[in-house]
């Protein structure tokens, strides 16, 4: 039952993952690595079959911190259309589900890195502020993190349109 939630769909690929909100001084604890140093991503990665969401993001903030954190709430629900850039998926258009918790952050969390990316690639830890001039993912922390509600919040992002559009992905903020 530790299979990730991947399926292939058609040409494309369909993902279910989880991201972790974890914030301390009014910072973002960010994940990158060498093969793509122009972003920086959230805490995170897919769920497997079998496993809620909350414990797939403790798990998963476990694995790439070290640190067993507890959930506070669920932020975000995030629908992102995008074309893969790993290795084995490079071009291939992804519908993913992304399902965004905040997770309580105690005083002395020290988090360490312990994580590689699907393929193979060690990846690092960072705290930046949600107005960083870095680029980032998922775009939408940049404003909703800044001063966030108590409902959960839909997001869509259709890179699809990307090709299209000069002003890159499509960001649609749901009600």
């Known amino acids: 039952m530790d299979k990730d939630m991947t399926v292939p769909c058609g040409n494309g690929i369909l993902n279910i993952r ?12 960010m994940v990158g690595n060498r093969r793509r140093p122009e972003y920086l991503y959230s805490v995170g990665g897919r769920i497997r079959f079998g496993e809620t969401a909350e414990e797939a993001v403790v798990r998963e ?3 790439e911190t070290g640190v067993r954190l507890e959930v506070d709430r669920l932020g975000f629900v ?8 790993a290795p084995d998926k490079a071009g291939k258009l992804t519908y993913e ?7 309580k952050t105690p005083k002395a969390f020290a988090p360490v890195c312990r994580s590689l990316t699907e393929d193979g690639q060690e990846e690092y830890l960072c ?12 775009d939408f922390f940049r404003t909703e993190l800044l001063s966030p509600g108590g409902g959960v919040r839909h997001f869509l992002t259709d890179g699809r349109l990307a090709d299209d559009d000069p002003s890159g992905p499509l960001d649609r903020r749901a009600k």
């Open 18 to 29: 989880v991201g972790a909100i974890i914030m301390r001084e009014g910072q973002i604890l």
């Open 61 to 63: 903030v476990y694995e």
């Open 78 to 85: 995030h629908e992102n259309y995008f074309y893969g850039d």
């Open 97 to 103: 589900i992304s399902f965004f918790f905040y997770m």
């Open 127 to 138: 705290w930046i502020a949600p107005d960083a001039p870095v680029r980032y993912y998922p």
